[in-house]
């Protein structure tokens, strides 16, 4: 997986992650656009960085600011551990925060506390 063009789709939503400049990171159908294609680069932990093709910025959470996207900086906020959860499906936690990302029809693209639900399941 390095350095290779992803996209995810979220199991319980069947949304991709999609970022551009007019509507930021969301989560929406999935389209084959760029703007939900992502460079996954993997560090030498095992972590990973998401950058997006059609903005450049990367996937990024803090407690001060939530889930967005901001210019690429090799920092933790924007590292995230892959974890194996089912036959072809992962979660994506953040390595500063903790927190898995997650979707859902009410709440939208959120990082939010890891459980177990199709909600935090990508394929």
């Excluded at 059609?54 to 803090?62: F, H, I, N, W």
């Excluded at 979707?103 to 399941?121: F, I, M, W």
Aim: hydrophobic residues 30%; glycine residues 8%.
């Amino acid at each position: 997986f390095r350095d290779v063009v992803n996209i995810s789709q979220n199991r319980a939503t069947s949304a991709g992650i999609d970022e551009s400049f007019a509507y930021g990171v969301r989560g929406y159908g999935c389209n084959d656009s760029n703007f939900q294609k992502w460079n996954v680069h993997v560090y030498n932990d095992a972590t990973r960085q998401l950058r997006s093709l059609a903005t450049g910025r990367c996937l990024d959470d803090s407690l001060q600011y939530g889930l967005r996207t901001y210019g690429c900086n090799n920092s933790e906020f924007q590292s995230w551990y892959v974890e194996t959860i089912g036959r072809n499906l992962i979660s994506l936690s953040n390595q500063a925060t903790g927190r898995c990302l997650d979707d859902s029809h009410e709440y939208g693209l959120r990082t939010y506390a890891c459980h177990t639900s199709n909600y935090q399941a990508w394929s």
